[in-house]
């Protein structure tokens, strides 16, 4: 299984003058991403009820739309509170907190191949995904990768991989950002599908001798070994990595230097874990002093909602931003 995503449009919610341009940008992506008539339709449905919901509940918020796997749609609302005082109440038909009646969020659990809510007084974000079919699932894996305001292309990639026992995870931030921070950015991304490579060292050199003639940029490559329950982990330059479990979090080395410039030498570290974690890999367009403490539950929640939630909340509006966050299993588990 490979999975290379593509940047996801992030649509402002501020009033109900967005609901229709929402749901119809979501109805295209959906038949580009290969989804027939009825999951389309599905996804028409769904895009309109979270639009709706920032706007009736928190007056402002975000959606998020991408195209995941081989043939699906993922979709991410969030908003800046006030939250719901229950989720497990909401998401029964008929129970409404603003005098309506009530079917908004169940509704959107029922059309969804994937589903799942997190809900604080610091807001509230709700993932949605459709598929063509179930083969085409991401379990275990989900990441966000959004260029600045102002442009298209964006510099940051990420990518996924599986080989046998492994998972590799690949982010990639081109210099700048722009169509020339891209070109460096998917060149990395193109080694990294073409080459089957279990040494993440020798992957990231063979990034860095395709990067040559491009910007370069950061790297930062995962190996993470289901049978042994290890993490290889190989960086160059300015992304953050960090191994985070339930009560504890680990911050992962970087190299300095640039991929396809200059750098002193590069070098896999291997790290353990306890019980189950996760590995969360995000670039500089994201500020690093958030904390899982301040989210209470959110650990427990899809990995697409603790992407989805950083960067509501420490996005630093001037850079492209990528998070990704790929699940680890516990030691004990097969």
Known sequence: MTLSPANPVCHEIADASHIGDVRRRATALAAECGLDE???GRVAIVATELATNIVRHAGRGALLLQAIGASGLEMIAFDHGPGMASVDKCLVDGYSTSGTSGNGLGAIQRLSDEFDVWSAPSGTAVLSRIFASSEN?????????????????????WAV????????????????????????AQAAVAVFHDNHIVATRELVQKMHFSMQGTRGGAVA??????????????????????????????????????????????????????????????????QTRW?????????????????????????????????????LPAANDP
């Not at 699932?137 to 990768?145: E, P, V």
């Not at 991989?161 to 210099?175: A, Y």
Request: glycine share 12%; with cysteine; hydrophobic share 40%.
């Open 221 to 286: 490559l995962a190996r993470v070994n289901r049978a042994d329950h290890a993490l290889g982990y190989c960086a160059v330059g300015n992304i953050a990595g960090r191994l985070q479990s339930a009560n504890a979090c680990r911050g992962l080395m970087s190299n300095n230097g640039i991929v396809g410039g200059q750098f002193r030498r590069i070098e896999e570290i291997r790290y353990e874990w306890n019980g189950p974690a996760r590995l969360i890999l995000h670039s500089d367009g994201l």
């Open 161 to 184: 991989r599986r080989h046998d026992d492994d998972v590799f995870v690949l982010l990639v931030d081109g210099l700048g950002h722009g169509p020339e921070a891209s070109k460096a």
């Open 38 to 40: 009825a999951a389309s």
């Open 137 to 157: 699932k991401a379990a275990g894996i989900a990441g966000i990768c959004v260029p600045v305001q102002g442009e298209t292309a964006c510099g940051d990639a």
């Open 291 to 327: 904390s899982m403490d301040a989210y209470p539950g959110l650990m427990q929640r899809h990995p697409a909602l603790v992407a989805a939630v950083l960067y509501r909340d420490f996005c630093r509006g001037r850079d492209d931003v990528t998070v990704v966050v790929l699940d």
